[in-house]
């Protein structure tokens, strides 16, 4: 299984906002849905460091990823453009398979 890992920090207003496009149902995950490939997000928030998450998505390898976003990338940039206010900071972490 593919993982592509991202951190954030959110500002305070717009945490709920966030938790809610970021979120196992969320917008984001309704996008890569639309790919048969998707296998979930996971949204993690730190406890230790207000504002702060990660982000977890799941597809079977990068070729998959990319397809995805080949076929979507207009509804991805639009996606992403759209949440860029709710953010402070935002890194990918990278990318990593799964070991079985």
Known sequence: MWKIIWEFRVTPE??????????????????FARSPDF??????RDPAI??????I?????????????NSFAAEYK??????EALTEYE???GSCETIE
Do not use: M, Q, V
């Open 14 to 31: 717009h945490r709920d906002e966030f938790e809610r496009l970021y979120g196992a149902d969320g917008d984001w995950a309704k996008l």
């Open 39 to 44: 296998h979930g997000t996971t949204l993690l």
């Open 50 to 55: 207000t504002g702060r998450y990660l982000t």
């Open 57 to 69: 998505d799941s597809w079977p390898n990068a070729e998959a990823f990319d397809r995805f976003k």
């Open 78 to 83: 639009a996606l992403d453009d759209s949440c």
């Open 91 to 93: 890194l990918k972490i």
